[in-house]
T-cell receptor
Framework: AQSVTQPDIHITVSEGASLELRCNYSYGATPYLFWYVQSPGQGLQLLLKYFSGDTLVQGIKGFEAEFKRSQSSFNLRKPSVHWSDAAEYFCALNNAGNMLTFGGGTRLMVKP | AAGVIQSPRHLIKEKRETATLKCYPIPRHDTVYWYQQGPGQDPQFLISFYEKMQSDKGSIPDRFSAQQFSDYHSELNMSSLELGDSALYFC?????????FGPGTRLTVL
């Protein structure tokens, strides 16, 4: 069975600081991995995805993520956080049946 | 670009009532998915349809049913509503491996 773990429930960073959100997965094959962002009461917006190939993927809003098979990780990064980045971030894995399995989410707060 | 449309955006029902949620996928997307997100929780997969046939089933209660119509829109029917059904219900659509989510329907059961 597949699973996704986001170890950090809450993270607070100062505006302009760098950000890394952790995501670990468990899956028997090469996974399809995604990061989504959800603002309060809103839907899920796709930030980026990894299927194969280059392990460093670029997404929207200046985010990137690196797939590390040896660590079963797909961490999300941003070099300089903006106040508008405050939201909940979900890492997700797509199994062979295409249903998404989500991590528990990480709530990002940005200090001015 | 067109996005996934869900209606209604908000719905308030009493216990034991029924509710119908609608989802209109992105044009030319052939697969629709339904997810339930309880307060403070991550989305949980309920059910999906590919080309109008049920393709996967997750933790969907027997009180719930869904279908996809000839125009690819989908409806989630929920009967005998319980307080615990209060949640945000998302629809997503895809043509391939990437799912795009709608804004969700917030269901409140009183």
């Amino acid at each position: 069975a597949q699973s996704v773990t986001q170890p950090d429930i809450h993270i607070t960073v100062s505006e302009g600081a760098s950000l890394e959100l952790r995501c670990n997965y468990s899956y028997g094959a090469t996974p399809y991995l995604f990061w989504y962002v959800q603002s309060p009461g809103q839907g899920l917006q796709l930030l980026l995805k990894y299927f194969s190939g280059d392990t460093l993927v670029q997404g929207i809003k200046g985010f990137e993520a690196e797939f590390k098979r040896s660590q079963s990780s797909f961490n999300l990064r941003k070099p300089s956080v903006h106040w508008s980045d405050a939201a909940e971030y979900f890492c997700a894995l797509n199994n062979a049946g295409n249903m998404l399995t989500f991590g528990g989410g990480t709530r990002l707060m940005v200090k001015p | 670009a067109a996005g996934v449309i869900q209606s209604p955006r908000h719905l308030i029902k009493e216990k034991r009532e029924t509710a119908t949620l609608k989802c209109y996928p992105i044009p030319r997307h052939d697969t629709v998915y339904w997810y339930q997100q309880g307060p403070g929780q991550d989305p949980q997969f309920l059910i999906s349809f590919y080309e109008k046939m049920q393709s996967d089933k997750g933790s969907i209660p027997d009180r719930f049913s869904a279908q996809q119509f000839s125009d690819y829109h989908s409806e989630l029917n929920m009967s005998s509503l319980e307080l615990g059904d209060s949640a945000l219900y998302f629809c997503a659509s895809s043509r391939g491996d990437t799912q795009y989510f709608g804004p969700g329907t917030r269901l409140t059961v009183l």
